[in-house]
């Protein structure tokens, strides 16, 4: 094996042993009873984007509160298990914390606050820096050069803007905290196919560009692992399967069951023997 080889393997045992993210076989509990999570497991390493995948249900909203600490406001509790960020275990942190160590959620449904034009909701997403007007005028630019139609309805209430220029708005807000991470919840829904993709390619330039990490989730499967590096398939609040995106979208069960290619009865994606998944929980 050469020296450049051997450089090679090293680097990416590294990058294998310190994720961005860990997520170690938590388990969610709502209102001390309703168990929703059981046994989940991921990983999301720096500088990669992760597709968190599965139908409407399956856990991947509460798996992204779960990291960014916002299950208390609905009643929640990670009761076993460990998320750790950037080697240190943050379940017991605040979300106020979360956000300055650099991981901060985008939330399903595009929410701004409608009575605030997009500038002023931009702003508000740097609310936890500490580092002078003048970087987060920088800042606001670089939000601007990614989102150009934003600039434009920067006087705008945002209330009063689309759908998409909402969701860019939230991203905008999030990237304003100067996030390494970010999760970001749905980002397709309700939005026209067009608009889909160019948020995606946005997405992938702040990955590219700025080394933000993404752990996405999405019931738009074929345009997530699309841009995503490796996926993770919950369903019933357990991962029931994962893999190299490339991998996965080739992947015959995959086809049938996410990406409406294939025919028959839909059945629990658990209940196909023609693969061999790796259990991610507890027996």
Known sequence: MSAVETVADETAAQVAQDPI?????????????????KGVSLTVPEGGIVALLGANGAG?????????????????????????????EVQSLSPN????????QVMEGRHCFGHLT?????????????????AIQTDLEMVYTYFPRLKERRSSLAGYTSGGEQQMCAIGRALMSKPT???????????????????????????????????????????????ARYGYILENGRVVMDGEASDLRENEDVKEFYLGVGGGERRSFRD?????????WLS
């Not at 914390?97 to 901060?104: P, Q």
């Open 21 to 37: 993210l860990s997520v170690n076989n938590i388990e969610v509990i709502y209102d001390h009873v309703i168990l929703v999570l």
């Open 60 to 88: 991947k909203t509460t798996t992204l509160k779960a990291v960014s600490n916002l299950l208390g406001a609905e009643r929640g509790d990670v009761t076993k298990g460990s998320i750790i960020f950037k080697g240190e």
């Open 97 to 104: 914390d979360l956000v300055r160590r650099g991981c901060i």
């Open 118 to 134: 997009v500038e002023e909701n931009l702003l508000t997403g740097a609310y936890t820096r500490r580092d002078g007007w003048g």
């Open 181 to 227: 991470m970010i999760l970001l919840d749905e980002p397709s829904m309700g939005l026209a196919p067009q608009l889909v993709e160019e948020i995606f390619e946005i997405v992938k330039r702040l990955n590219e560009n700025e080394r933000v990490s993404f752990l996405l989730a999405e019931q738009n499967t074929n345009m997530a692992l699309k841009y």
């Open 272 to 280: 196909v023997k023609s693969y061999r998944r790796r259990k991610r």
